[in-house]
């Protein structure tokens, strides 16, 4: 059974940053488009960063310049590097694993921003 284990959630002041990481098993890894994804309290789960196995990257507007998607396939792991955090990045923030048909996703992590 495929498994997604985030880890890395926390309480941050705001401006602060926080890394994330999604360790996968039980998947040939390296041939799937990794991403992160977050779902704040009564709104719709949304991309935050995707990155593919020639390691594209793509980002939603609100945390380009700020958020970093990296993955190592030795580790079958991959990590959102998050700077300057504001309140509006609270949230839940789920990995998923995709490729052709299949589509995995973690349980989540919590990370909220606030003084």
């Known amino acids: 059974q495929v498994q997604l284990v985030e880890s890395g959630g926390d309480l941050v002041q705001p401006g602060g940053s926080l890394r994330l990481s999604c360790a996968a098993s039980r998947i040939t890894f390296n041939i799937y488009v990794m991403g992160w994804y977050r779902q704040a309290p009564g709104k719709q789960r949304e991309l935050v960063a995707t990155?593919?196995?020639?390691?594209?990257?793509n980002y939603a507007d609100s945390v380009k310049g700020r958020f970093t998607i990296s993955r190592d396939n030795a580790k079958n792991t991959v990590y959102l590097q998050m700077n300057s955090l504001k309140p509006e990045d609270t949230a839940v923030y789920y990995c998923n694993a995709r490729m052709r048909i299949y589509d995995y996703w973690g349980q989540g992590t919590q990370v909220t921003v606030s003084s």
């Open positions: 990155i593919t196995s020639s390691r594209d990257t």
